[in-house]
């Protein structure tokens, strides 16, 4: 892996011994990856809100491959953590909002959804971070594909990296900076219209 000494990153949803955060280079889609659209944020977001959206693409850079949840699914070494719940909702589309665990201590968030095999259709996770940063996130024992959806400071989605890999040591995460990450399914963020620059509503 390239190191980059200049930019702050994060590694999440990794083992519970690896330190964060974690000086890292950001993942590049692959080659023969779809054109992207605009980079400018949806009209209901007003441009001070998004000053860094990243560019939605026409289709997934990535498609979910293998059985899920992998065959070869690590066993939880347990007790899995009791995370306080909220909602996340999304103003700007009617009735979407997920039910969600809060990961806002770094042992949460280092472990975040591994050895999980299932997730429900409108459940998933929010990792809560101390300030608004740069991150990266990987799925060493993650067992299903998960759509990774970041969101700034302010509240506005900036990037999401869709189906991400299950079992992966590769990292995943936009340009831009973001203080919250919300893991969902894969395939959730496009199936309900969630894209950069959509608005989010938060527990805190």
Same mark, same amino acid.
């Given at each position: 892996?390239?190191?980059? +000494?200049?930019?702050? &990153?994060?590694?999440?949803?990794? =083992? *519970? /011994?690896?330190?964060?955060?974690? !000086?890292?280079?950001?993942?590049?889609? +692959?080659?023969?990856?779809?054109?992207? @659209?605009?980079?400018? $944020?949806?009209?209901?977001?007003?441009?001070?809100? @998004?000053?860094?959206? =990243? @560019?939605? $693409?026409?289709?997934?850079?990535?498609? %979910?491959?293998?059985? %899920?949840?992998? !065959?070869?699914?690590? #066993?939880? +070494?347990? +007790?899995? $953590?009791?995370?306080? &719940?909220?909602? %996340?909702?999304? $103003? #700007?589309?009617?009735?979407?909002?997920?039910?969600? =665990? &809060?990961?806002?201590?770094?042992?949460?968030?280092?472990?975040?959804?591994?050895?999980?095999?299932?997730?429900?259709?409108?459940?998933?996770?929010?990792?809560v971070f101390e300030e608004e940063r740069a991150?990266?996130?990987?799925?060493?024992?993650?067992?299903? *594909?998960?759509?990774?959806?970041?969101?700034? #400071?302010?509240?506005?989605?900036?990037?999401?990296?869709?189906?991400?890999?299950?079992?992966?040591?590769?990292?995943?995460? !936009?340009?831009? !900076?973001?203080?919250?990450?919300?893991?969902?399914?894969?395939?959730?963020? /496009?199936?309900?219209?969630? /894209?950069?620059?959509?608005?989010?509503?938060?527990?805190?």
């Amino acid at each position: 892996m390239i190191v980059a +000494p200049w930019v702050a &990153l994060a590694l999440v949803a990794c =083992e *519970p /011994r690896a330190p964060e955060p974690i !000086p890292s280079a950001r993942s590049e889609p +692959p080659s023969g990856a779809a054109g992207v @659209a605009s980079t400018q $944020p949806g009209p209901s977001v007003p441009l001070e809100l @998004a000053a860094c959206v =990243e @560019a939605w $693409p026409e289709k997934p850079v990535r498609e %979910v491959t293998g059985t %899920v949840p992998a !065959p070869s699914c690590p #066993d939880d +070494p347990g +007790p899995q $953590p009791q995370l306080a &719940l909220g909602v %996340v909702r999304f $103003p #700007d589309i009617a009735g979407v909002e997920v039910a969600v =665990e &809060l990961a806002k201590k770094n042992a949460d968030r280092m472990r975040g959804l591994m050895y999980r095999k299932e997730l429900g259709d409108n459940a998933g996770m929010l990792f809560v971070f101390e300030e608004e940063r740069a991150l990266q996130f990987w799925m060493k024992n993650t067992c299903i *594909p998960l759509d990774m959806i970041f969101i700034s #400071d302010k509240g506005v989605v900036v990037g999401v990296e869709e189906n991400t890999p299950m079992l992966s040591t590769d990292t995943f995460g !936009p340009s831009c !900076p973001a203080r919250f990450v919300l893991e969902v399914n894969a395939g959730w963020a /496009r199936k309900h219209g969630v /894209r950069p620059g959509t608005r989010v509503d938060l527990p805190r």
